[in-house]
């Protein structure tokens, strides 16, 4: 593991502990830490043109991104929210499909396995703009995650499924204490076009390349062993 990278996030859990912004569920530690305004820094993504535009959103599973989740199914835009740890690939989340006071439920992860429809990638719409959770941010859009990797094999896998084309915007909502100049970056990270605080929003002036698709040789094999898609994907490869 990244030494510098386990650092900043530890750094970072602990300051929004100290300073009474975390939330429930707590401790944050090990987690997508939610915060206090997280719904305010949700509402400036959901008013960037690029959101309105868009038919199809990915959107994490974790707690401050339930707002953004929400406000997709009342916009009446079909939600794609990977399942934990990918075990089960990704749901499609339908709002016509959804009586509208199940909409709150079907915006947590529980409620997504309950109006949601497990749907291979290859079957799944090309998704025209993605929300992901962060422990830490650059102002250069560089970006950290909890640890795991599995927002990278998200991004990876859908861009292997050409489900994800490389000018989709990439956008994640964060406290202003998760904000640094820059933040150490792998290959394999998820780089993000916008981020939005409690305070303000960001758009990164200049776009970073993200990853192309599964870089092989740096995946995990224990990754490989616990997520189905990706021993399907491998697969197809030797085909």
């Avoid at 960037?48 to 401050?64: I, T």
């Avoid at 499609?92 to 309950?114: H, Q, V």
Wanted: charged letters at 35%; hydrophobic letters at 35%.
């Amino acid at each position: 593991m990244n030494l510098e990278k386990r650092k900043i996030r530890e750094m970072v859990w602990s300051i929004l502990e100290e300073k009474g912004v975390a939330r429930f569920p707590k401790p944050v530690y090990g987690r997508i830490p939610n915060f206090e305004g997280a719904e305010k820094a949700c509402e400036k993504i959901v008013n960037l043109e690029e959101y309105k535009r868009a038919r199809v959103v990915k959107v994490s599973p974790d707690s401050p991104q339930y707002s953004i989740r929400l406000r997709c199914l009342i916009d009446r835009k079909k939600l794609v929210m990977p399942t934990p740890r990918l075990r089960e690939g990704f749901l499609l989340l339908d709002p016509l499909k959804i009586p509208k006071r199940f909409y709150e439920k079907a915006a947590t992860i529980r409620g997504a396995f309950t109006f949601g429809e497990k749907v291979n990638p290859e079957d799944l719409p090309g998704i025209d703009f993605i929300v992901v959770g962060s422990v830490a941010v650059g102002r250069d859009g560089s970006r950290i995650g909890k640890g795991e990797g599995y927002g990278e094999i998200e991004y990876a896998i859908l861009r292997e499924y050409n489900r994800v084309g490389e000018d989709v915007m990439v956008a994640t909502n964060i406290h202003d204490l998760q904000l640094f100049d820059s933040v150490p970056q792998d290959p394999y990270d998820v780089p993000v076009d916008v981020i939005a605080t409690p305070t303000k929003l960001i758009r990164i002036p200049f776009n970073k390349p993200k990853p192309k698709g599964i870089i092989w040789e740096l995946l995990d094999s224990e990754k490989l062993e616990q997520i189905p898609l990706l021993k399907t994907l491998k697969e197809r490869r030797k085909v």
